[in-house]
């Protein structure tokens, strides 16, 4: 008899759990972030790109901040010729069930640039030849209101030419430069989505001013004409 009791009672459990997971398959995701793909690219009324809830040249280091979960790591770069930049770099990133490294270019003017670095805390070279430098932590927190300029998007998973054209369809066209990286342009989304021979892939959002002086940087297509659409097939 007391077998039986422990019997029922367990299957009791096991229907009450059964069923608490279909209530919760049915009812919507609110996870931060959830729903978010890269492939999702759109343009506001201002022609502004729109990826991951964020705006370039409108949302904030905060904003993306808040999104992550993560403070990422903020640092001025002295370029060889002489410019600079700030990047904000988010390693290891798992949004929408998609793991990816995030850099976040931000719109910073050269000469607030040259102050803050001027006011750099530790300058250290890199390989590519330019400056990186650890900024004051004054500069640190101004800078958290500062607008996004650009997004780049590093995927951990391999993509083969298929995967991107399934996830984001077909580019306007294609660009390869002589290390072999081909560069599939979106100029309707503001989108370069750089792939390696192995399969590694950088994709960056840029607004419009933005994606023509990063194509004018990039050989001339040698064949403007494009190969037919592959087969679909998804990035998750």
Same mark, same amino acid.
């Given at each position: 008899?007391?077998?039986?009791?422990?019997l029922?009672?367990?299957a009791?459990?096991?229907?009450?759990?059964?069923?608490i997971?279909?209530?919760?398959?049915v009812?919507p995701?609110?996870?931060?972030?959830f729903?978010?793909y890269?492939?999702?690219?759109?343009r506001?009324?201002?022609?502004r790109?729109?990826?991951?809830?964020?705006?370039v040249?409108?949302?904030r280091l905060?904003d993306?901040?808040?999104?992550?979960g993560?403070?990422?790591?903020?640092?001025?770069f002295?370029?060889?010729?002489g410019s600079h930049?700030v990047e904000?770099?988010f390693?290891?990133?798992?949004?929408?069930?998609?793991q990816?490294?995030w850099?976040v270019?931000?719109?910073?003017?050269?000469?607030q640039?040259?102050?803050?670095?001027d006011?750099?805390?530790?300058?250290?070279?890199?390989?590519s030849?330019?400056h990186? &430098?650890?900024?004051?932590?004054?500069?640190v927190?101004?800078?958290?209101?500062?607008?996004?300029?650009?997004?780049?998007?590093l995927?951990?998973?391999?993509?083969?030419?298929?995967?991107? &054209?399934?996830?984001?369809?077909d580019?306007?066209?294609?660009r390869?430069?002589?290390?072999?990286?081909?560069?599939?342009?979106? $100029?309707d989304?503001?989108m370069?989505?750089?792939?390696?021979?192995?399969?590694?892939v &950088?994709?960056?959002y840029?607004?419009?001013?933005?994606?023509e002086?990063?194509?004018?940087?990039? $050989?001339?297509?040698?064949?403007?004409r494009?190969?037919?659409?592959?087969?679909e097939?998804?990035?998750h």
């Amino acid at each position: 008899m007391d077998r039986k009791i422990i019997l029922y009672t367990l299957a009791a459990a096991l229907m009450a759990f059964i069923g608490i997971m279909l209530i919760l398959s049915v009812l919507p995701d609110k996870r931060p972030g959830f729903g978010l793909y890269p492939w999702h690219v759109s343009r506001d009324a201002a022609g502004r790109v729109r990826v991951f809830d964020l705006t370039v040249g409108e949302s904030r280091l905060a904003d993306v901040r808040a999104l992550l979960g993560d403070e990422g790591k903020i640092n001025l770069f002295e370029n060889p010729d002489g410019s600079h930049s700030v990047e904000v770099y988010f390693d290891n990133i798992l949004l929408s069930n998609l793991q990816a490294d995030w850099l976040v270019t931000l719109d910073v003017s050269e000469d607030q640039l040259g102050v803050m670095y001027d006011r750099g805390l530790r300058i250290s070279k890199t390989g590519s030849g330019s400056h990186k &430098v650890k900024l004051d932590p004054a500069d640190v927190e101004q800078l958290a209101d500062t607008p996004i300029r650009v997004l780049t998007y590093l995927p951990w998973k391999r993509l083969e030419p298929r995967d991107i &054209v399934g996830n984001f369809g077909d580019p306007a066209e294609r660009r390869t430069e002589e290390s072999g990286v081909v560069h599939w342009l979106y $100029p309707d989304k503001g989108m370069d989505v750089a792939r390696d021979a192995k399969g590694g892939v &950088v994709i960056q959002y840029l607004n419009p001013a933005d994606f023509e002086r990063a194509v004018a940087l990039l $050989p001339a297509p040698a064949n403007p004409r494009l190969t037919p659409k592959p087969v679909e097939r998804r990035l998750h």
